[in-house]
Nanobody, 127 residues
Framework: QVQLVESGGGLVQPGGSLRLSCAAS????????IGWFRQAPGKEHEAVSC????????YYADSVKGRFTISRENAKNMVYLQMNSLKPEDTAVYYC????????????????????WGQGTQVTVSS
């Protein structure tokens, strides 16, 4: 059974940093694609960043390029999202998601926003 548990959210001032973690179980990261998606109040879901488990290739939304970094530790079945230079517009619930197909690219994962999702963790950027 696929399970994704996000952690690391919280309240941070503009310009600050947070690291989100996604603990994955029930599948093998080596043969999956993982994505971080978010939903701000009153807005649609948005893809933030995705990574392909087999080769570590990544994809980022333009809004977070240069500020966020996605990474994974396949041996621990963990995926991370390091968020730096946070802005108030980054405020959202952040979700970890997985697509268990080895051919899925990071870009496809982010464009399609498919797969199984976790429950989410709240990130609030405010002074």
């Amino acid at each position: 059974q696929v399970q994704l548990v996000e952690s690391g959210g919280g309240l941070v001032q503009p310009g600050g940093s947070l690291r989100l973690s996604c603990a994955a179980s029930g599948f093998d990261l080596d043969y999956s694609a993982i994505g971080w998606f978010r939903q701000a109040p009153g807005k649609e879901h948005e893809a933030v960043s995705c990574i392909r488990g087999s080769d570590g290739s990544t994809y980022y939304a333009d809004s977070v390029k240069g500020r966020f970094t996605i990474s994974r530790e396949n041996a621990k079945n963990m995926v991370y999202l390091q968020m730096n230079s946070l802005k108030p517009e980054d405020t959202a619930v952040y979700y970890c998601a997985v697509d268990r197909h080895p051919v899925t690219t990071a870009q496809a994962m982010c464009v399609m926003m498919m797969g199984s999702w976790g429950q989410g963790t709240q990130v609030t950027v405010s002074s």
